[in-house]
């Protein structure tokens, strides 16, 4: 049996939870609370075992990272499963940061609260695929390549896109027409493999093409 | 044709010369008529003489008819007399009897009979007949030489033209001296004039004679002249100065300063009858305010004496002294001030209302962004967990109705429409999280929504301050759905990014783009996205070129000290 401490200020959605984990028959609701402060309180008070805390992140009074952070240093043994609202990477993010084991949106409840339970019970994390892929895409290293596959004016061109100038401005400062700009923007673009401002920035930035400003 | 021009002293001097040369000539010419008469006088008397002499001496000696006697006598008198040139004796018959010449009579004597001149090789020669015993015993005929009579004329003459020469050269350098000397306070107010001309200060010559009147005359056009171009100088001053604030203190500092600087006056106030104190501002005055005389009078209300002053407006009088200035030109002066502060009053005005106007906006888009705020988190929260409930009762209906299914899709899809929805309306990630993630979830949605590939990238080293997250939020928002909305576009990146003090927003994509000159900023949402930058002192510039795709660009000062 996983014992389980429920942490939401909505009266049904609490209902619905519980329904859900008990109907599995591996679940036991051993408390409920609906704030973050609620809940410390009961579980500083009682010694009752508990192996995981579902919680919501929008609460009243301290919300639920704040929350999540005090229970795990309450009882650091104790498992953390968010059940949000938000389904952005970053919550998801800061919630493992703040302790947390697992993280799932409120609209795949029904599909995925058991599996979450259970892996975490297994001492295992669990994210959903959707986020999880959010939150590696930009982390991802490509192998870049470096500022010589570029000439000079080029250079000059990728550098000044990367300041954030306008083409205007680029072309005055490098005394060309916009459409040379343009045009030296488009073969830095391909030499790179990088199409887009932001890409050309964020390279601009990796190799040091905007050192000395 | 210009006439030819004749210096003034050149033309004195041709008085002095033609004047000395008329009065010189008809001193010569009636000297020389004068001496020529009285020789003419003298020799005829003493040819009259000299015959009548001879006439005497010789009668007897005729009447003896001893001609070799006379001959001699005759000789002799030539000896005694050199003038005499020559003489002979004719008989009643008109036969020469004897005569002096040595080389023989010349016959061409006798032809030319009683004429009295002669022509001669040693000069013109006299002749006169004298009748012996009334022309019984014949005639003596002399002949007198003019020269010696008359040399002596002539050299008084030619030593009278001489003098009168010599006299002249001296008079025409006395003249030449003089005329100098009295062209000279002429020079003087010519160059004094050519100073004035070039706006330099002259000192004009005033001799104690006619001159000296338009000297005079000239001293005072000087000294007008002269404060004219400083009175015009000092409202050239004045006026740039005046033109370079709109700070109204500022404006009577610089119109005091102006005032003494140029040294018009060596005190200068600002007075007001209104103020508490009345005293504004002071320039170059010893005196302490308290015991300003002008300010005592003001405050007793009395007309201000001792002082030039200047009434600028109900609220502010200048008093003036430690000199004199026409009232023409403070006239001018009061006119520049109070222009001056007239049009530091109307811009004070428009930059009030425009404020104001900005106050207005950023207040109404502050309530809109926290109304907004609100509810999107009520949709969230409230309408969000209720219909989050309401699927988890539904899971929990037994027996499951056959229609549970739909009715479970039904609500995740309201769910998921009322997420959305909050989320347009304000996300919760940007005040949670941040710009950078509400951007990026924003840009993921709109575009994958329409899509159309997407990159952001945000490089900031510090959080940006919430009001202005909000702004580059809402901006970005705005420019994601003309892409969306109109650009065709394939490719939309967002650039985020902090540099030099500053925060820039990048939005660009590779659609179709649009003539910005073509497009009216109200239709295409530009003007919203302007007027938020601006509100927090940015600028927004928009390039697009018909199918070359369309960037725009925020640029918003980032303040001093950010709070993280």
């Known amino acids: ?213 | 044709m210009p006439r030819r021009s004749v210096s003034l002293r050149a033309k004195l001097l041709g008085i002095v010369a033609v004047t000395f040369a008329i009065v010189g000539g008809g001193l010569w010419l009636s000297a020389y008529v004068i001496l020529n008469d009285q020789a003419n006088h003298a020799l005829d008397a003493r040819i009259e003489g000299l015959s009548k002499s001879l006439a005497g001496e010789l009668t007897d000696y005729v009447l003896m008819n001893d001609l070799y006697t006379v001959r001699r006598i005759l000789k002799r008198a030539q000896q005694q007399h050199p003038d005499l040139a020559y003489a002979y004796l004719l008989s009643p018959g008109g036969d020469l009897l004897t005569h002096t010449f040595d080389g023989g009579f010349p016959d061409a004597l006798l032809n030319l009979g009683q004429r009295e001149r002669i022509a001669s090789e040693a000069g013109p020669v006299r002749q006169r007949q004298v009748e012996l015993l009334g022309g019984q015993a014949g005639s003596l005929w002399l002949g007198v030489y003019e020269n010696v009579a008359l040399d002596g004329v002539r050299r008084t003459l030619a030593n009278l033209a001489l003098a009168l020469l010599l006299g002249g050269l001296a008079a025409a350098l006395v003249a030449g001296r003089m005329t100098k000397a009295f062209l000279a306070p002429v020079r003087g107010m010519v160059a004094a004039v050519e100073s004035l001309e070039k706006g330099r200060r002259a000192q004009v010559p005033v001799p104690n004679d006619e001159l000296g009147v338009l000297g005079r005359a000239l001293e005072r056009f000087s000294e007008t002249a002269r404060r004219r171009s400083l009175e015009l100088r000092t409202l050239n001053l004045l006026g740039q100065r005046l033109n370079k604030t709109l700070d109204p203190q500022e404006m009577l500092r610089a119109t005091l300063n102006t005032l003494v600087e140029t040294r018009w006056f060596s005190c200068a106030e600002a007075l007001s009858p209104t103020a508490e104190g009345g005293s504004l501002l002071r320039v170059g005055c010893k005196v302490p305010p308290s015991e300003c005389p002008a300010l005592r009078q003001l405050q007793l209300g009395r007309p201000v004496e001792g002082f030039q002053t200047l009434e600028i407006n109900e609220e502010v009088v200048l008093a003036l002294s430690g000199g004199t200035a026409s009232e023409a030109f403070l006239a001018a002066v009061a006119d520049y001030l109070r222009n001056g502060l007239e049009r530091a009053r109307v811009h004070e005005h428009i930059r009030e209302k425009e404020l104001e106007r900005r106050r207005l906006l950023q207040a109404l888009l502050r309530a809109q962004e926290e109304e907004r705020g609100r509810i999107a988190k009520d949709l969230h929260d409230q309408v969000g967990q209720s219909l989050t409930a309401l699927r988890l009762g539904l899971e929990a209906l037994e027996p499951a109705p056959p229609t549970l299914h739909a009715l479970k899709r039904l609500v995740e899809t309201t769910l998921s429409d009322v997420r959305r929805i909050g989320r347009e309306l304000r996300p919760a990630a940007l005040d949670e999280l941040g710009l950078e993630a509400a951007l990026r979830r924003m840009v993921q949605e709109m575009a994958g929504f329409a899509e159309i590939e997407s990159d952001v990238f945000v490089h900031c080293s510090r959080p940006l301050p919430p009001e202005l997250e909000t702004v580059l939020y809402r901006v970005a928002q705005e420019a994601l759905t003309n892409v969306v909305r109109h650009a065709r576009a394939k490719h939309v990146s967002v650039l985020l990014k902090e540099h030099n003090r500053h925060v820039q927003l990048v939005v660009e994509d590779d659609g179709t783009g649009f003539d910005p000159r073509r497009v009216s900023e109200s239709s295409s949402g530009l003007i919203g996205m302007r007027e938020r930058i601006e509100l927090v002192g940015g600028e927004l510039v928009v390039e697009s070129h018909a199918g070359e795709g369309t960037s725009i660009y925020a640029r918003v000062p980032l303040p001093v000290e950010v709070r993280a």
């Open chain 1, 1 to 213: 049996m996983i014992r389980v401490f429920l942490v939401d200020d909505h009266p049904v959605v609490r209902a619905g939870v519980r329904f859900i984990l008990e109907r599995s028959g591996e679940v036991t609701v051993v408390g409920e609370a609906i704030s973050g402060e609620e809940a410390l309180e009961k579980l500083a008070k009682t010694a009752t075992e508990v192996d995981l805390a579902i919680l919501d992140l929008s609460l009243p009074g301290i919300d639920g990272i704040a929350c999540a952070r005090r229970l795990k240093e309450l009882r650091p043994n104790l498992k953390l499963l968010a059940l949000s609202m938000h389904e952005e990477a970053e919550y998801a993010e800061r919630f493992l940061a703040a302790g947390g084991s697992g993280y799932l949106g409120k609209s795949s409840i029904e599909y995925e609260l058991m599996d979450a339970v259970k892996a975490l019970a297994r001492g295992e994390h669990y994210v959903p695929q959707d986020l999880l892929y959010a939150m590696i895409q930009h982390r991802q290293e490509e192998p870049r390549p470096t500022p010589e596959v570029l000439t000079e004016r080029e250079r000059s061109v990728v550098r000044g896109i990367a300041m954030g100038m306008t083409y205007k401005q680029i072309a005055a400062e490098l005394e060309l027409s916009e459409k040379t700009v343009a045009t030296y923007r488009e073969r830095a673009a391909s030499k790179l493999g990088l199409s887009s401002r932001a890409a050309l920035t964020r390279w601009a930035l990796e190799v040091g093409l905007l050192e000395g400003d």
